[in-house]
């Protein structure tokens, strides 16, 4: 299901991209093209074009990463900026000065806004990177159509009181077909990213050739890319992992040592995937894999000898053991950076939620993962013993000691 992607963003001879045969175009705009297809299981496609233009909204920590690599590979961004004092930093310092502070930026690869019908009006690709809680609010006075753009999600979390997530809501609320929507998953924390450590994306779109477009398009010298056709599963896996990082929280605050909190992530990490291969089964397998130079970009042999493409189970079952899925969970899970880790560990000591997400002073995305899962598993009926014993803390208002205390005999 997955296919590898290792770039070299400074290529000197990209090759033409291949060319796609349509019968009946509609809708062109710029570097965006939309088509009939005439198979009758996918009515429409839209391809993105290797010039398309990128815009990012959201000014967070996870924004600013997203910016930053894009413009490490050579992008010019259009990003939307709601906050003022954040927007005038960017402007007069080319740094966002309340996150990820030590991020400079060269003012002729950012166009940031306050304007998101500007942004979002002059950009082919739109990647939402904005905390969930606040998505509504950032697309608030949003006037150009969604549907017009290909749409990526880079938001780990899910739309509060409405039990959908990212690409769900874009498709309901939004009219984005699902041919026009992508999303960004893999072990990433913002803070490593903007260090330039190694991280590693994964980038799922229904087209493979728009997943290869945008992981050359996210591929800085310190960031390797994957690409999958299969969006719920890397969408959903984001969102979960959140959960079992809460409950590795809520372990250490209770005292369990490394020896359970092993077991624990083992368990969610089986948990995981019972819920992706019950709720959402794996798509079809795709059957074409374009070269780089087809996707417009440099081969191996044009950059260096270690770039190029490595297919990995690019047709086999959804292997959850690959970034995007376990290492997304370990990362969270382990990582003194995880924000849903420290959030549980803040519940596990007897905070309330409230007073959890104050002392937090940002979102875990994990607090409406639990509800939303909770709510979808009940037309499943899924094993999930781990997201059940979150789901009783925070919404059910079970003592966490006790709770994790009966989880335990329930672990292998």
Request: proline share 4%.
């Amino acid at each position: 299901m997955f296919i590898e992607l290792y770039y070299k963003p400074r290529a000197t001879n990209a090759r033409r991209e291949r060319k796609i045969a349509i019968r009946a175009v509609f809708f062109n705009s710029r570097n965006l093209t939309k088509f009939v297809s005439h198979n009758t299981t996918n009515l429409m496609e839209i391809h993105i074009e290797k010039d398309a233009r990128c815009a990012v909204v959201g000014h967070g920590s996870w924004a600013t990463g997203i910016v930053k690599i894009l413009t490490d590979s050579g992008q010019k961004v259009g990003w939307y900026v709601r906050n003022a004092e954040v927007l005038e930093s960017l402007r007069s310092e080319g740094r966002n000065t309340r996150y990820l502070s030590d991020v400079e930026f060269d003012p002729a690869q950012i166009e940031p806004s306050g304007d998101i019908n500007k942004v979002v009006g002059e950009a082919d690709v739109v990647i939402l990177a904005a905390p969930s809680a606040f998505l509504e609010t950032f697309l608030e006075g949003l006037t150009v159509p969604l549907s017009d753009k290909f749409v990526i999600s880079a938001i780990k979390g899910i739309v509060p009181g409405s039990y959908l997530s990212i690409t769900e809501y874009l498709a309901r609320r939004h009219g984005v077909s699902p041919a026009g929507i992508g999303v960004i998953g893999g072990p990433s924390h913002a803070e490593e990213v903007a260090m330039e450590r190694l991280s590693y994306l994964t980038v799922a779109c229904r087209n493979l050739d728009n997943a290869r477009i945008m992981a050359y398009k996210l591929s800085a010298p310190y960031i390797r890319v994957a690409i999958s056709n299969d969006i719920h599963g890397v969408e959903y896996a984001a969102i979960l992992k959140n959960i079992y990082a809460l409950s590795v929280g809520i372990a250490v605050a209770l005292g369990y040592g490394d020896n359970f909190l092993s077991v624990l992530i083992s368990n969610g990490a089986r948990e995981m995937r019972r819920f992706l291969d019950g709720a959402f089964p794996c798509p079809r397998p795709c059957s074409e894999h374009a070269t780089a130079a087809e996707a417009g970009h440099a081969t191996a042999a044009e950059t260096d000898s270690d770039s190029g493409i490595n297919a990995a189970n690019p047709c086999g079952e959804r292997d959850t053991n690959t970034s995007a899925f376990l290492g997304d969970l370990l990362v969270t899970a382990y990582s003194p950076f995880s924000r849903n880790r420290r959030f549980g560990m803040m519940i596990g000591k007897g905070l309330h939620i409230k007073s959890a997400q104050m002392e937090l002073g940002g979102v875990a995305e994990g607090l409406y993962a639990t509800e939303t899962v909770h709510h979808v598993n009940e037309r499943h009926g899924i094993d999930m013993p781990i997201a059940q014993a979150v789901y009783d803390i925070l919404y059910g208002g079970a003592q966490p000691s006790k709770t994790m205390r009966n989880l335990t005999n329930k672990l292998i």
